[in-house]
Structures are given as C-alpha cells and as structure tokens.
C-alpha cells in the first residue's frame, strides 16, 4: 500500500508491503525490513532491521502521536490516492475563474452542476471513481459554470478538464 507521511511541513512516500508476516517499509528512497506487534492497547514492538523498540501510538482527532526512543512525533498518514485528490485535485484558479481537473484516470460516476448553474464554494461539482474509491470534486470559490466538459460514466485521464468556472 502507499501512503504520504506528513510531519509538520514535510512529506515522505511511504509504500508498505507485507511478506510471511514481515513489512517492508519504504520512506522515500530508504528502506527496512520491519517485524511488527501490537503488544497492548497503543503500544506496538517493533523489531526494525535486528533493532528491537517500543512505540506508543496515540490518535488525536487523525493526528497520530509517537513515542518511540524518547522522541515524540505528530504525524498524518493519507493514503496516497487521497492525498493527490487533497493537493492536486479539487480546482485551480485565480481571478480568472477555476479549472477543474482530474487528479488520476478514473471513472466519472455524478456530475452534479450545468452549464450556466451558479456554484458557492465548497458546492459539489463531480464525483470520480478512481482506485476503487468515490471522490467528490468542489469549487472552490464561487462563481457560474461556464463549461461541463464530462458526463457520468466517462473515462478521463489524469489532467483531464472536468468543469470550467467563470
């Protein structure tokens, strides 16, 4: 699986596999062979290339907070799919207007603005299927559809316009 790691203002790729009860876990471009268990509630052994640590893992409304070797981290762990649809999907714009592209290929299961309908910001746009999950496209200010450029059940390609308000 892909994940984007992030701490404060910095994120890492982390890609995870599993393989006879074993992860290895790649942050980046640095790798580890990693034997994991949960030991009680929160508190997971961690046997990380022969090194042996115990981590403390607390949930704070989506933030996880880490104990592990007298350090503590606050990070946030997205999937990765939903972090491109977060940073590169939703609209671009400026005074001109907002153009509304396709984060990655996928399936369009709803539009749900016309041609010349006035939007707020926020307001639902489309809906893409991609990598087996729903993910709702807004504006993200307010203005007058100018141009529906897709319709339920298109394919589109990532970069693809979607939706161009005025």
């Given amino acids: 699986m892909n994940f984007v790691l992030t701490s404060g203002s910095r994120t890492h790729r982390v890609t995870v596999t599993q393989e006879n009860g074993r992860y290895r876990v790649t942050v980046d471009d640095h790798a580890w062979d990693v034997d994991a268990r949960l030991t009680a509630q ?37 999937e990765q799919t939903r972090y491109i649809i977060r940073t590169r999907g939703g609209a671009a ?3 001109g207007g907002q153009t ?15 041609a010349g309908d006035a939007v707020a910001a926020g307001q639902s746009l489309v809906v893409i299927e991609a990598m087996k999950m729903e993910n709702e496209l807004k ?28």
């Fill in 42 to 78: 929160g508190i997971f052994s961690l046997l990380i290339d022969g090194v042996s640590h115990v981590a403390d893992v607390d949930d704070h409304a989506g933030v996880c907070v880490v104990d592990v070797g007298g350090e503590t981290y606050s990070i946030e762990v997205e």
């Fill in 93 to 95: 714009g400026g005074a």
């Fill in 100 to 114: 509304v592209k396709a984060p990655l290929p996928g399936k369009i299961t709803y539009v749900s603005v016309r």
């Fill in 139 to 166: 504006a993200t200010a307010a203005g007058t559809v100018r141009e529906v450029r897709v319709a339920a059940g298109q394919a589109v390609n990532a970069g693809d316009v979607l939706v161009v308000i005025g």
